[in-house]
């Protein structure tokens, strides 16, 4: 008897005991619930659990892809500054010329005689003065006599040196490493002062004329750096800079052209050649979690900060560029605001919210 009343007591403790666990574990994983799933907080009236972070200010880095082509620094045009008859023309349309190299020969023979005349003058203008000197120190020759002769002498050194331009311009050469685009001249013909001859595409430096969407605009800047490669060296990559970009979007093709510079020593990159430019965008900016933003109220964008006062406050932001995760804010965010990034959707303005690190985003 007293072992049958022993065992109900021993069950009975077991059953108190089964009990408290059971209770304690419920209210445990209540609790649990309640702070860490936000329809349950919101049940029982506690403070809804999210996660936030700061925005911050940051270096955003963007790299902005086109293709393009390859096409001259500038464009020179080359003129006659003689008239004579065209002797010979050793370049034409497509030609690669460098520094120096022979475009276009005039007849020298009126310039190399108009030079002697001029080399004679100026001799004997130069031996009058002297003889002008000598007599001037015996007293033979007055002062204005010797100034008219030191006039002279100038004068003919003048006609050397224009003789001398004039000879040197029956040559046309290249002023730099360029590519013959036009060419005006014929052998034969008679030239005329200023008259066009040729025109030349400076090759070194080169341009790469990337066409980039309208949809890239705020990230395209004079200076930032590039990278280019090209079908016609595969595996090569030329470094450059941004140096110019159009101020127009092309209608049809909703494109701008940002132009990059890239040196050419070798003379390798040619007029035409096609390529793929990546330039390298970098800015500072005040940005939030891409995550964090969120569009309930049409088309403006929004987020939900976190302020002392533990409540969420639904704002809303101009956003500005996006990458590697994060969103530039424009205005309505201070840096060190507390911006939500996780549980953001389930919450309404002015919810009492706390910041929850035992969230299941956390583990």
């Keep these: 008897m007293s072992e049958t009343r022993f065992l109900n007591r021993r069950r009975l403790v077991w059953l108190i005991v089964v009990a408290v666990l059971l209770v304690g574990t419920l ?16 049940v029982v009236g506690a403070p809804i659990p999210v996660q936030t972070l700061p925005a911050t200010v940051k270096s955003m880095h963007e790299v902005v892809g086109a293709s393009g082509t390859i096409q001259p620094s ?7 500054k003689v008239i004579a008859r065209v002797l010979t023309v050793p370049v034409d349309l497509g030609t690669i010329v460098r520094p120096g190299d022979l475009l276009c020969e005039f007849d020298p023979q009126l310039y190399a005689a108009n030079l002697s005349v001029a080399q004679a003058t100026y001799d004997h203008a130069l031996k009058q003065l002297q003889r002008m000197e000598s007599l001037e120190k015996k007293k033979f020759a007055s002062a204005v006599d010797l100034e008219t002769a030191r006039v002279a002498v100038a004068s003919a050194m003048d006609t050397v040196i224009s003789a001398k331009i004039d000879l040197a311009n029956t040559r046309v050469v290249s002023p730099a490493p360029a590519v013959i685009i036009e060419r005006e001249v014929n052998p034969g013909e008679m030239s005329h002062i200023d008259e066009t001859l040729f025109q030349l595409g400076i090759l070194d430096p080169v341009l790469m004329d990337a066409a980039v969407t309208e949809d890239k605009i705020g990230y395209v800047y004079l200076g930032m750096p590039a990278e280019v490669g090209t079908d016609a060296f595969p595996g090569m990559t030329f470094k450059g800079t941004v140096t110019k970009i159009d101020s127009l979007v092309n209608d049809t093709t909703r494109t701008f052209g940002a132009y990059v510079q890239l040196t050419n020593h070798s003379l390798q990159l040619k007029k035409g050649v096609t390529g793929y430019a990546r330039l390298l965008s970098t800015r500072m900016a005040l940005t939030v979690p891409t995550t964090a933003i969120m569009n309930p109220v049409g088309d403006r964008a929004t987020v939900f900060t976190v302020g002392t006062n533990q409540r969420a406050q639904l704002r809303e932001v101009r956003i500005g560029l996006n990458a590697e995760g994060m969103t530039e804010i424009l205005d309505d965010l201070h840096e060190g605001d ?20 035992y969230a299941p985003w956390n583990r």
Excluded at 338 to 357: E, H, M, P, S, T
């Design 74 to 80: 500038m464009l020179v045009n080359t003129t006659a």
């Design 27 to 42: 209210a445990i994983t209540a609790y649990r619930l309640a702070t860490t799933v936000q329809n349950d907080a919101r």
């Design 338 to 357: 507390q911006v939500v990034v996780v549980g953001q959707y389930n919450l309404r303005d002015n919810d009492l919210v706390k910041v929850n690190r």
